[in-house]
T-cell receptor, first 112, second 115 residues
Framework: QKEVEQNSGPLSVPEGAIASLNCTYS??????FFWYRQYSGKSPELIMF????GDKEDGRFTAQLNKASQYVSLLIRDSQPSDSATYLC????????????FGKGTKLTVNP | NAGVMQNPRHLVRRRGQEARLRCSPM?????VYWYRQLPEEGLKFMVY????????ESGMPKERFSAEFPKEGPSILRIQQVVRGDSAAYFC?????????????FGSGTRLTVV
């Protein structure tokens, strides 16, 4: 059973702080890793993807991947109240299919 | 340049009725994926289709659920004899199926309520 685990939260941070969201996965052959943001009642929105070990930065967002530890994280710098949402970690497993396995998500609240 | 289009946005069905959910992929995309999100749960893969072919239906419940993606027209997810446990948000995504996969865009979803 291929699994993706996330802390369900809620994670609460003050405005301007760094929010750190974590995710672990069980399938060592997993290829690609994605972070989606989902506002309540809305569809998931792709924020970032990462394939290689290390960091990948895009604006206020940084994705970090450590394949040896089977760990991927998302850092949000200078958190804003508009970042309050549920963040879903998703993993593309080996085999070439574009099927994604999602974690249950971490609910983030940024307090003004 | 429309994104993935799903309809209806909201669907209410009585127990025992049929639900039909439609998904039109982005222009030029030939691969369609359906996911289900139960309340307070993450997204679960249901089925992957290409035009006129079901490629992977490993996430589909064995009974009452079916999916198709005809040569012409949208992909359809069909749920027969709905039960309360089918109440969920159903999301569709599409991809071109070529190049390195960089994630897909979801449609706005269909929220099914079974009463």
């Amino acid at each position: 059973q291929k699994e993706v685990e996330q802390n369900s939260g809620p994670l609460s941070v003050p405005e301007g702080a760094i929010a750190s969201l974590n995710c672990t996965y069980s399938d060592r052959g997993s290829q690609s890793f994605f972070w989606y943001r989902q506002y309540s009642g809305k569809s998931p929105e792709l924020i970032m993807f990462i394939y290689s070990n290390g960091d990948k930065e895009d604006g206020r967002f940084t994705a970090q991947l450590n394949k040896a530890s089977q760990y991927v994280s998302l850092l949000i710098r200078d958190s804003q109240p508009s970042d309050s949402a549920t963040y879903l970690c998703a993993v593309q497993t080996q085999g070439g299919s574009e099927k994604l396995v999602f974690g249950k998500g971490t609910k983030l609240t940024v307090n003004p | 340049n429309a994104g993935v289009m799903q309809n209806p946005r909201h669907l209410v069905r009585r127990r025992g009725q049929e639900a039909r959910l439609r998904c039109s992929p982005m222009k030029g995309h030939s691969h369609v994926y359906w996911y289900r999100q139960l309340p307070e749960e993450g997204l679960k893969f249901m089925v992957y289709l290409q035009k006129e072919n079901i490629i992977d239906e490993s996430g589909m419940p064995k009974e009452r659920f079916s999916a198709e993606f005809p040569k012409e027209g949208p992909s359809i997810l069909r749920i027969q004899q709905v039960v309360r446990g089918d109440s969920a948000a159903y999301f569709c995504a599409s991809s071109p199926g070529t190049g390195r996969f960089g994630g897909y865009t979801f449609g706005s979803g269909t929220r099914l309520t079974v009463v």
